[in-house]
């Protein structure tokens, strides 16, 4: 038996994150969300995920680091776009 993926999901947009992350528990992955005032370094550290799906600010500093920091760590990251979310 496999070990379901970890996910850690952004919380740029609230609602959508909040729909995504309940649609991914409710298939069998483990998820974590990360709101603006989490410290993304640690929470990176410490929930180890497979894969990061970001929800919206791909745009800003924070988010860009974020994306650049799960890569280097050979992580994932899925960026999903407003319309989509919508």
Do not use: F
């Not at 952004?10 to 483990?30: D, F, K, Q």
């Not at 970001?54 to 407003?82: I, K, M, N, S, W």
């Amino acid at each position: 038996m496999t070990t379901p993926a970890r996910l850690l999901i952004t919380m740029a947009t609230s609602r959508p994150a909040v729909r995504v992350n309940a649609a991914l528990e409710g298939a069998g992955y483990r998820t974590s969300l990360l709101a603006a005032v989490d410290d993304w370094r640690e929470e990176l550290r410490r929930a180890r995920p497979d894969i990061v799906v970001l929800t919206g600010g791909a745009h800003e500093p924070r988010t860009q680091a974020l994306a650049r920091a799960a890569r280097d760590q050979e992580t994932g990251v899925l960026p999903l776009e407003q319309e989509w979310m919508s």
